[in-house]
């Protein structure tokens, strides 16, 4: 029986140092799989956009005079004609006044109203101002005197 009894006290002594070290290996085998790092992830594919390449031509391209001696037009197209270009219609001869500025044309039958020598067919009103006066054309922020 004495036997039996260091057996059993040696047992109770051993047992409780066994059960600490087993929490403390699965404690550590746990902090040491927690602390793993991860693999990061797969970048994203992003794709790419295919612009046409840079052009420094106007567009639309400017129109070429015709050529009577270059290479006849397809037939499936039409021919292309410009409109020869006139002039702008003059306005009324205006007089030279100070600082080199032309005079508004008056507009028959509307006392308060003159027609811009710089934008031909608009109408500025210019009642309150007296004749001589500088006034700036609205449309085109130039300057022209009262008649």
Known sequence: MIGNESDSGYDSAVFPFMKFSLLLALLAAFL????????????????????????????????????????????????????????????????????????????????HLVESPYSPGKYI???GFPPGTEVKDPYTDKIFLVP
């Open 32 to 111: 040491l799989v927690s602390c793993a790092e991860e693999p990061p992830p797969p970048p994203p594919h992003h794709r790419m956009a295919n612009y046409p390449p840079n052009q420094t031509q106007e567009y639309p391209p400017p129109q070429q005079p015709f050529n009577p001696n270059g290479p006849a037009q397809p037939t499936g197209t039409p021919p292309v004609q410009t409109a020869p270009t006139s002039p702008p219609p003059a306005a009324a001869p205006t007089k030279v006044a100070k600082g080199d500025y032309p005079y508004g044309v008056p507009v028959p039958g509307k006392p």
């Open 125 to 127: 009103d210019v009642e």
